[in-house]
T-cell receptor
Framework: DAGVIQSPRHEVTEMGQEVTLRCKPISGHNSLFWYRQTMMRGLELLIYFNNNVPIDDSGMPEDRFSAKMPNASFSTLKIQPSEPRDSAVYFC????????????FGPGTRLLVL | AQSVSQHNHHVILSEAASLELGCNYSYGGTVNLFWYVQYPGQHLQLLLKYFSGDPLVKGIKGFEAEFIKSKFSFNLRKPSVQWSDTAEYFCAVNNDNAGNMLTFGGGTRLMVKP
């Protein structure tokens, strides 16, 4: 299995631009998580999908952030408009719906907003 | 709500030294406990996990962790560290009411000097 796939791996953009991050979970996994990692705040859960439905989005910072999961094999995290404080590494993780299953992380997208 | 505390933010050791990283959680019910490792520039990978049974759990690369329920702790240990263990280590907890969601600690950055 290829594991969790994220794209792009690196993104540099200017403040105010729209940024779209993509994630393909491991085939057969039906839970998907988006995390943000910064030096100041550590690893934060942004949103959690189960069977393509958002279950918990309480970690989404504000309305500029939105996430979708149109099908079991694809999810996007969009920031519009982006701001310098959004600079971080964004990780996607997936797991099977069975209780106690391990979360598998993707390689992350390193975002820099200038 | 549950929380996870890792009290050591930075640890510096020489090769062959013994390692113990602290992890404490706050949740009174049944928990599942994880340690993840993030090598420089890479994504999080599972090191070991505890669900039930023997409270002393052995993971990959010579790591082990002990669940002490009375202390709400799940400390990570390794008898003799190597330079290649330089990484950031995250403790994470899942409880029986949280579905697949994990709560991560703030992480501990370990540097092993050759």
């Amino acid at each position: 299995d290829a594991g969790v796939i994220q794209s792009p791996r690196h993104e540099v953009t200017e403040m105010g631009q729209e940024v779209t991050l993509r994630c393909k979970p491991i085939s057969g996994h039906n839970s998907l998580f988006w995390y943000r990692q910064t030096m100041m705040r550590g690893l934060e859960l942004l949103i959690y999908f189960n069977n393509n439905v958002p279950i918990d989005d309480s970690g989404m910072p504000e309305d500029r952030f939105s996430a979708k999961m149109p099908n079991a094999s694809f999810s996007t995290l969009k920031i519009q408009p982006s701001e310098p404080r959004d600079s971080a590494v964004y990780f996607c993780a997936s797991t099977d719906d069975s209780y106690r299953e391990t979360q598998y992380f993707g390689p992350g997208t390193r975002l820099l907003v200038l | 709500a549950q929380s996870v505390s890792q009290h050591n933010h930075h640890v510096i050791l020489s090769e062959a030294a013994s390692l113990e990283l602290g992890c404490n959680y706050s949740y009174g019910g049944t928990v599942n406990l994880f340690w993840y490792v993030q090598y420089p520039g890479q994504h999080l990978q599972l090191l070991l996990k505890y669900f039930s049974g023997d409270p002393l759990v052995k993971g990959i690369k010579g790591f082990e962790a002990e669940f002490i329920k009375s202390k709400f702790s799940f400390n990570l240990r390794k008898p003799s560290v190597q330079w290649s263990d330089t990484a950031e280590y995250f403790c994470a907890v899942n409880n029986d009411n949280a579905g697949n969601m994990l709560t991560f600690g703030g992480g501990t950055r370990l540097m092993v000097k050759p």
